[in-house]
Structure formats: C-alpha cells, structure tokens
C-alpha cells in the first residue's frame, strides 16, 4: 500500500534538545510538506521542497530545519532554537501543481516539557 | 494574499440533519479549494476538491460544496448527519500558479447528537 508515514507517534523532549521527526513515503511524489497544528489555528506551513536537495521555508520556519537527500523522505528537526515546539506535525506530499491534493501521514505528537 | 475564513469554529447538529459548513476565501486570482477532514489524532483525508471544472463537487462520505464567485464561498453540505461525520473540517486554498502551496483555515469542529 502507497502511503506516509511518520514515527514517533508520541514523542517527548526536555527543552533545549534537538528532536528530529520522520516522514517517509513511498508515492513517488516530488514536493513534500511539513506542517505545525495548534488547537484553533488551524494547520501552518514549516517547510516544503519540490525536489531533492532543495526546499523553501514556509510560514514559520524558525526554529526548524529540513532535509531533502532522497526523494522519499523528509525529515524535520525541531531545534532548542524554537520557542514553543509542543504540537502536534504533519508531513503532507503530493505531485507537483495545484491540482493535486496534498496526502498527508498520521502525525507526530510533540510534547517538550 | 489568499486567505481562506471559516466561520464557526464548533457545529452541532443531530444525527439525519443538514450539514452545513461555512467557507469564504480572498484571492485576488482564481483558486483551487479543498475540503479536509481530520479524526482525533489522525491526518488529513481530502474531502473533495474543486479546480475550475464544475461548481458543483461531489466528494467521499455524500459530502459536496459549490463554489460561488459572486460570494466568495466554498461551502460544505451533506444532506444527513450521521454520527461518524464527527470530526473537524479544513477549507484550505491555492492560488492558481501559486505552486502547491495550500493555506488552511482554522478549522470547524463538527459534532453529531444523537
């Protein structure tokens, strides 16, 4: 089956330590996505690469970083550097062009205490 | 810039009733607009989605939305409420040669009673 995937489910830091979230998928997809999800904000863009080896910074990027080495993956790494990291991510891909949706994996649950 | 407005962040309705699910968007260029849906601790599952072709979309589960220029709506319905329909619901916009870059609205909580 084609799909996302993220891991950890749940996952839980001590501030001031690095954390890096996984996104895989396997839908040969070329852009690929990360959001942020806080309650009654709906969803806001972190990052998104349309090709390997290169992505764009959305929304709000700092604090964050990406990784673009294969085209399958796209892994996100919440830094010491960002304020309020506790929320919950998600990793989206689709074709390129704006008339394809955006697939999105379960979600990762950060919580940073 | 697009922004897409969703009015009501929590609906309530009884099971067998209209479902009715406000969307407005502001993009000075057509859009593309999509529904998502969203279960407790899940992602996202695209609802349906409208590119231009028919104002009238049909999506999965009996939804559908019409997209109205004149009122910059994008509205959701279904005709009955059933209780799995519970969840919360994400209009979201592109701009047509914006890429793939959807913005979100803030989402409505939608809840089903019995």
């Known amino acids: 089956d084609g799909g996302i995937t993220q891991s950890p489910k749940y996952l839980f830091r001590k501030e001031g330590q690095n954390v890096t979230l996984s996104c895989e998928q396997n839908?040969?997809?070329?852009?690929m996505y990360w959001y942020r999800q806080d309650p009654g904000q709906g969803l806001r863009l972190i990052y998104y690469s349309q090709i390997v080896n290169d992505f764009q910074k959305g929304d709000i990027a700092e604090g964050y970083s990406v990784s673009r080495e294969k085209k399958e993956s796209f892994p996100l790494t919440v830094t010491s550097a960002q304020k309020n990291p506790t929320a919950f991510y998600l990793c989206?891909?689709?074709?390129?062009?704006?008339?394809?949706?955006?697939?999105f994996g379960p979600g990762t649950r950060l919580t940073v205490t | 810039a697009q922004s897409v407005t969703q009015l009501g962040s929590h609906v309530s309705v009884s099971e067998g009733a209209l479902v009715l699910l406000r969307c407005n968007y502001s993009s000075s260029v057509p859009p593309y607009l999509f529904w998502y849906v969203q279960y407790p601790n899940q992602g996202l599952q695209l609802l349906l989605k409208?590119?231009?072709?028919?104002?009238l979309v049909k999506g999965i589960n009996g939804f559908e939305a019409e997209f109205k220029k004149s009122e910059t709506s994008f509205h959701l319905t279904k005709p009955s409420a059933h209780m799995s329909d519970a969840a919360e619901y994400f209009c979201?916009?592109?701009?047509?040669?914006?890429?793939?870059?959807?913005?979100f609205g803030t989402g409505t909580q939608l809840k089903v009673e019995l």
């Open positions: 409208y590119t231009s072709a028919a104002t």
């Open positions: 979201a916009v592109i701009l047509t040669g914006g890429g793939n870059k959807l913005t």
């Open positions: 989206a891909s689709s074709k390129l062009g704006a008339l394809y949706e955006q697939y």
């Open positions: 839908l040969n997809h070329d852009a």
